[in-house]
C-alpha cells in the first residue's frame, strides 16, 4: 500500500453539533475512505496523553481477543451490524442502513504484523475495515468522533499526515439538543451534574481549538456550513489537497440516503431551519448559566 495512503481525516466536535452531516458529506468523495457511524480510536488515545503507547503494548495475540477489544471499546465504527437511527437513539427520524461486510477479508487484514506506533494501529485498523468493506485503500481514511475535538488533537500528534476537522455551533443550540436527544433516549438525561460536565468540555474543546495548528486542522462553523455550503466545501476540499465533487454537497451513508439526526424535527440533507429555531429544552436557568460559563467560546464564534 503506498506510503499516503489513509492519511487520517478525522471530523470531531461537540456532540449534537452538526459532527454527522460534515461527516456524511464525505461519504461519496473518490479520495475519501469513509468509514461510517463513529470510531474512538483517537478519543482514548487522548485520554492516554504520553502513555499512548500502551495502547500497543497491550495488543493481543491472539486473534478473537484482539477483535473482541477493538468491538467492545468501538476502537473503530461498528461496520460488522448496520447502522440504526431512532427515538431511542435520541433522533426523530428513524433510519436503518445496511453494507456488505466480508469478515473474513477483515480478520485477514489483521493477521500480519503488529503495529509498533499509535500512527501505525490507526492505518493498521483502517486498512482492516476498508479490506472488510471490500474496497480500496483510498488517500485518506475518514472517521468521525464527537467527543469535543479530543479525536481530532490526538491524531495531529500521533500521526503526522492527519487532517482534521472540528465542527463548532453555538453550544446553547448544542446543549439544548443534546437535552433533547437524551430524553428521547430516557437515559444520562441532562441534568445539572452533567449539564457542568458538558460545559466543562466545551471550555475544553475552546483551549484545543485556540492552540491547534490551524495548517492541519480546520475549524467550520454549522451555522455557515448550512447556509452557504458549497463555499464551505469547497474550500474544505481546496485545504485538504483534493478535487471538489458535488457529493460534498450530498450527505449520505455508505451510497445510502440519511435523513439527519435531529432532536426536534425531521431534516433532509443541508437544511438551515435548525439555525432559527426557539430553545425548547433548556431552562431558563440553564441557558443564564451557559451563556455565563461559555461566553469566551460565544463571543470568540459570533454567537450572540
Not at 445496511?98 to 477479508?105: I, Q
Not at 474543546?205 to 490551524?214: A, E, F, G, N, V
Not at 454549522?222 to 474550500?235: F, H, K, P, S
Not at 485538504?240 to 445510502?256: A, C, K
Amino acid at each position: 500500500m503506498p506510503a499516503d495512503r489513509l492519511a487520517p481525516l478525522i471530523i470531531s466536535g461537540a456532540p449534537r453539533s452538526g459532527t454527522s452531516l460534515l461527516y456524511n458529506l464525505f461519504d461519496g468523495h473518490p479520495e475519501v475512505s469513509w468509514l461510517g457511524d463513529e470510531g474512538f480510536l483517537f478519543e482514548y488515545l487522548s485520554d492516554l496523553g504520553d502513555a499512548a503507547g500502551l495502547f500497543v503494548d497491550a495488543l493481543p495475540e491472539d486473534e478473537e481477543a484482539l477483535i473482541a477489544g477493538i468491538r467492545d471499546k468501538q476502537l473503530m465504527p461498528p461496520l460488522d451490524k448496520p447502522y440504526l437511527q431512532s427515538s431511542e437513539r435520541g433522533s426523530v427520524s428513524d433510519v436503518r442502513i445496511e453494507w456488505d461486510w466480508d469478515e473474513a477479508a477483515y480478520r485477514k487484514a489483521l493477521s500480519g504484523q503488529r503495529p509498533d506506533t499509535a500512527g501505525k494501529l490507526w492505518r493498521w485498523l483502517a486498512t482492516a475495515y476498508v479490506a472488510g468493506l471490500g474496497q480500496v485503500p483510498r488517500k485518506f481514511g475518514c472517521m468521525k468522533s464527537p467527543d469535543f475535538g479530543k479525536s481530532a488533537e490526538a491524531a495531529l500528534r500521533w500521526c503526522p499526515e492527519a487532517r482534521a476537522l472540528i465542527i463548532i455551533r453555538d453550544p446553547m443550540y448544542s446543549l439544548d439538543s443534546l437535552k433533547r436527544s437524551r430524553e428521547l433516549r430516557g437515559e444520562k438525561l441532562l441534568t445539572w451534574p452533567r449539564l457542568a460536565l458538558w460545559v466543562r468540555s466545551f471550555q475544553e474543546l475552546y483551549q484545543i481549538i485556540k492552540s491547534s495548528d490551524r495548517s492541519r486542522l480546520k475549524v467550520i462553523r454549522y451555522e455557515t456550513l448550512v447556509q452557504d455550503a458549497e463555499r464551505i466545501m469547497r474550500d474544505v476540499a481546496s485545504w485538504t489537497g483534493f478535487d471538489f465533487t458535488e457529493d460534498l454537497l450530498n450527505p449520505t451513508m455508505h451510497g445510502q440516503f440519511w435523513p439527519g439526526i435531529s432532536s426536534f424535527e425531521p431534516t433532509c440533507g443541508i437544511q438551515s431551519t435548525p439555525t432559527k429555531r426557539k430553545i425548547e429544552a433548556l431552562s431558563d436557568r440553564e441557558q443564564q448559566f451557559v451563556q455565563r460559563a461559555l461566553s469566551d467560546l460565544r463571543r470568540g464564534f459570533d454567537y450572540h
